[in-house]
Structures are given as structure tokens and as C-alpha cells.
């Protein structure tokens, strides 16, 4: 009889064992009594990702929430039957202070975010995006925490942060409405003043993690001016005592094109309570701390999605025969994965650079310069991110062939859940527009341009000259365009300097990791290659605009 032929599929061992970029970064970052002491947790939460809950992720692949309006007696329930899965990261989450870690300050100290996302890096890509709500809790709690509103913080914050699955809350951010997206100035929801409190009136057309506990919610109270300067921050617990939703009707869940785990849904407000955090105004500049960390948690999505797609095309590069060789060793194929590892390295270390900057501001031991390029960064970080993790999770897909074009592998997912990620927290455009108005404060891009010109320096070395050479020439070309007169190239131009800004500061911490990783004793080659191959294929994305042809060619 003839044997046949059947491709084994990629497999996913120890994610910690397996990351070495990780522990690279995490030597030289963390104390080494605080390593130590966490490193049999972040094994075992390696083994988790790269095994349980993987097998568990990929046997559940075609469960999704469910959502049941009504009993069988008329009876309105609106119940949200969440994933086996999501079920199980709850526990996770609380046992393993996946959020809690971020405010255990009296352990960790300025570097509390790191251990956080340390933790998170290793999990979340097995667990379907269950980072969603987490990011909207941990940006919840810190949004409390710096309002001063002590009843909020004393009812909310110890559960958002509790390590206690019993009592743990999770949060959503209820900003999308009909009217738009990033546009939240056209807000239609109202908030009316009741012998009670406050109650809501409105829709909101697009809310993740609806099963959460609690949400932070934009609303206009009556009488107060349009625009977003009239809108009000309000916080919501979705619940009564009983269990009941509190004036909100679930009208459905969401048909997405990825992230079909998280119960996205689109709500009807009618007398919904709910409890100003701030004042009755100014709402938009007060959900800024919310900004920041989900976009930051977006910014590590995009570390593990990518870290996830090369682990599985790796493994499969080690199965795969093709023209009676492995893929591992063919030239072509080599230099394909390089690519990737490189764009992968370059999302970690800007996100995890980002999370220590947090992490200092939470502290309160960040300099003011620290806070500065912290602003300026933040957008640039989720924008470049952001459109690597697509990158890299298509060329994942081409890696497999027909099989990364077949459902029931897993991988598509990979590419549609990564698509999320330049919408998420502000597009593209949307953030490269945020990214101008930062830098026209002159010390925040002095303190961005100082930043990246100190990290550049800090993985100078012969073999890493070429890389020191392209950021030079990238920064030079960034801040002629930044000084350049006319508002509407200015604009049009926004995305290329905002791209090359991120791109550019990913070289220059790719070579401060290299030397790093050298000065620490340990085998640099990978490093020194990953820098060298990332800045050759190409950080500056400017070109010299002329917005006249750009409105010609675009229409």
C-alpha cells in the first residue's frame, strides 16, 4: 500500500521558553531578585499560551457569544452566553493580576507595567481577544483613579483591580455612536438630572465587552452647549442587585469581520442611572487617561498577535517539504521570516518602551520630559503598530500557502482579528492627526526628537552604523516637514511623518536592544541582524507631498 501524505500543523511550545526577546528585554529592564522571583510564574503562564489554552482556543474556534432577547413567557432578558474561554479568562485574569499588576506600585514600583504586560504577552494570544475588555478595565480604573471622585474610587477601583475572580469587575467604554467614531463631538446621548441622580437617553452603536460590570460612557447633560466641550463623563453600573440591566436594552451583537469572541454589541439607553466622574462638562479631555492605556493595550495586541503569527510560521517552517527540502532551509523563505521577526521585534520593544514610560507616569517619578515624549509617542506607537500587526499577520498567511486561506486551520483569524487594530482607540489618519497637534507644542517634540536621538545613541557601534545612519537621515527629513509652512501639505502629509517617526524610533531601539543584549554578555548576532534588516527595509516614509495632486489622485 502507498503511504499517504498528510502536513502535520504548526505546534506552540513554552512561550516563555520560546521567546527569547523577551527574556532578553526583561534581563537587562527588570532587578534581577524581581525577575527571579516572577520567573516561575511567567513559565507557567509561557506553558499556558503555548499549550492549554491554545488546544483549548483552537477546538473552540467556531463558538461565538450568544446573545437571548427574550424568554419563552415575553419576558426581556437580553443575556449575552459568553465563550467557554472567555469564561475561563476571567479567573485567569483575577489569580494572575493580569490588571492588578499594573497598580501593585508598592511591589513594582515605575516598572509595574512592564511585569503587567510581561504577564499579558505570554496569554493573550490564546485567550480571543479577551484583552479587549482588560484594556477598557485597566483604562477605567486609572481614568478613576486620576478623576479624584473618592465614592467612585472607593466603589469601583478595588474591584476593577481585584485579584479575587469573585468580586473582579470588568469595564466597557461606551464612546461609538451613529453619528461616528473618532468623532465623539457629535455625541447624541443626553443625561437628564432625576429627583434620583442622572439617567441616560441614547444609543450607542457600537459597545465591546457588554457583559461587563460597569462602563465609562460619554453623554450630553441637557442644556449643555453642542460640541465636545458640552459632553459629560459618566459611570454606569450595568446591573441591579438582582442581577437586572439597569435602562439598557441589547438591540443586538455585532456580524465583524475578526474578533468574533468579544460580544460587541449596540445598545438602547432609556433612564439608564448613572453618576457624573468629573463634573458636567469637558468630557473628552477627561477620558484621556482611558486613551491612553487602551491604546496602549491595543499597541500590545499587536505584540503578541505578531509574536503568535511568526511562532506558528516558524514551526511550520520546520514541517513543511517542498521541492524535497524544509522551508527552514530555503533562502527565499529565511529571508521572509527574518522580515517578520524584525517588524516583530520593532512592535515589542516600542510598546513595552511605552509601557515603561506609563509606568513611570503612574509612579509619579516620570520627569517632565518623560511626560512630554510620553504624549507625543503614545498615537505614533498605536499607528505603527497597529499596521505592522496586518503586515506581518498577512505575510503569516501567505507562509501556509492554501492553508492559511482555510478556515478550520486557525490562521485566517489571525489576519482578521489583526485588522482590528489600526481602527481600534483611533485610525490611521485619525492619530497621525493627533500626532501633529502633539508635536505643535514645541517642548513635546523636543522631548520625542530627544528621546529617539538618546535612544539611537545608546545602540551606536560598528556593526550597527548603518542603522544609526538611516535614523539620522529619517530625523533630519522629519523635522524639515515638521517646519514646513503650508497647512494643507502639512496635513496631507500627516500619516508619512507619523510613520516614519514610529519607524524610526523602532530602529533605534532595535539597536539599543542589540547593545544591550552584547554589554549584558549575552549573543547579540539575532539582535544585530533584526536592526540592520529592519532599517534597511526602509523607516523613512515621507515623500514630498504636493496636496493638490494628492486630492487629484485620490478622487
Wanted: aromatic share 6%.
Amino acid at each position: 500500500m502507498v503511504a499517504r501524505f498528510f502536513q502535520e500543523p504548526p505546534e506552540l511550545g513554552n512561550q516563555w521558553d520560546d521567546d527569547a526577546l523577551l527574556r532578553e528585554y526583561l534581563g537587562y529592564t527588570l532587578p534581577q531578585h524581581v525577575l527571579g522571583a516572577l520567573t516561575p510564574e511567567l513559565s507557567h503562564l509561557g506553558d499556558l499560551g503555548g499549550r492549554e489554552l491554545y488546544r483549548a482556543q483552537i477546538a473552540d474556534r467556531l463558538n461565538e457569544p450568544k446573545l437571548t432577547q427574550w424568554d419563552a413567557w415575553g419576558h426581556r432578558l437580553d443575556h449575552i452566553e459568553l465563550t467557554p474561554l472567555w469564561k475561563h479568562a476571567k479567573g485567569l485574569t483575577a489569580e494572575h493580576g493580569l490588571v492588578a499588576t499594573a497598580y501593585a506600585t508598592d511591589v513594582f514600583g515605575p516598572l509595574a507595567r512592564v511585569v503587567q504586560f510581561a504577564k499579558n504577552h505570554l496569554v493573550q494570544a490564546s485567550l480571543d481577544v479577551w484583552s479587549c475588555p482588560l484594556a477598557m478595565t485597566d483604562g477605567a480604573a486609572r481614568t478613576l483613579l486620576d478623576s479624584g471622585n473618592t465614592a467612585l474610587i472607593d466603589r469601583a477601583v478595588p474591584r476593577l483591580t481585584s485579584r479575587d475572580p469573585s468580586t473582579m469587575w470588568t469595564s466597557g467604554q461606551w464612546m461609538t455612536e451613529r453619528t461616528g467614531g473618532s468623532d465623539v463631538s457629535r455625541t447624541e446621548t443626553i443625561a437628564k438630572k432625576t429627583d434620583d441622580g442622572w439617567a441616560l437617553e441614547g444609543t450607542k452603536w457600537f459597545t465591546s465587552a457588554t457583559t461587563s460590570e460597569m462602563a465609562l460612557t460619554l453623554a450630553r447633560p441637557e442644556g449643555n452647549a453642542e460640541g465636545s466641550r458640552g459632553l459629560a463623563l459618566f459611570f454606569v453600573e450595568l446591573r441591579d442587585a438582582q442581577g437586572r440591566l439597569q435602562g439598557i436594552e441589547i438591540n443586538r451583537l455585532k456580524d465583524k469581520l475578526g474578533t468574533k469572541k468579544v460580544p460587541t454589541a449596540e445598545l438602547t439607553l432609556h433612564n439608564a442611572p448613572a453618576i457624573p466622574v468629573a463634573g458636567l462638562d469637558d468630557g473628552v479631555r477627561k477620558i484621556a487617561s482611558m486613551l491612553n492605556v487602551t491604546r496602549l493595550w491595543n499597541a500590545m495586541g499587536a505584540t503578541w498577535g505578531t509574536r503568535r503569527a511568526v511562532a506558528l510560521a516558524q514551526s511550520y517552517a520546520r514541517k513543511r517539504v517542498v521541492s524535497g527540502a524544509l522551508l527552514a532551509e530555503k533562502p527565499l523563505h529565511l529571508d521572509t521570516l527574518a522580515e517578520m521577526a524584525s517588524e516583530t521585534s520593532g512592535v515589542f520593544l516600542f510598546a513595552f518602551r511605552i509601557a515603561e514610560l506609563t509606568g513611570r507616569i503612574d509612579a509619579r517619578v516620570a520627569t517632565d520630559q518623560e511626560i512630554e515624549a510620553h504624549r507625543a509617542l503614545t498615537p505614533i506607537m498605536k499607528l505603527t503598530t497597529g499596521k505592522q500587526a496586518v503586515a506581518v499577520a498577512s505575510e503569516t498567511l501567505e507562509c501556509f500557502g492554501g492553508a492559511g486561506y482555510v478556515e478550520d486551520t486557525g490562521l485566517p483569524r489571525i489576519l482578521a482579528d489583526a485588522q482590528v487594530l489600526p481602527i481600534w482607540e483611533g485610525t490611521t489618519n485619525v492619530l497621525s492627526l493627533d500626532t501633529l497637534r502633539a508635536l505643535a507644542k514645541p517642548s513635546a517634540a523636543a522631548a520625542m526628537f530627544e528621546e529617539i536621538g538618546r535612544t539611537a545613541a545608546a545602540g551606536s557601534g560598528p556593526a550597527l552604523q548603518p542603522v544609526t545612519d538611516a535614523i539620522d537621515r529619517a530625523l533630519a527629513h522629519a523635522q524639515a516637514f515638521l517646519g514646513r509652512g503650508d497647512r494643507l501639505g502639512y496635513e496631507a502629509g500627516a500619516r508619512q511623518v507619523a510613520m516614519t517617526l514610529g519607524r524610526t524610533y523602532e530602529a533605534a531601539l532595535l539597536a539599543r536592544h542589540a547593545a544591550r543584549v552584547e554589554a549584558s554578555g549575552g549573543d547579540a548576532r539575532r539582535a544585530i541582524a533584526q536592526a540592520r534588516r529592519f532599517a534597511r527595509g526602509g523607516i523613512d516614509r515621507l515623500l514630498d507631498l504636493d496636496p493638490s495632486e494628492a486630492a487629484a489622485a485620490a478622487l
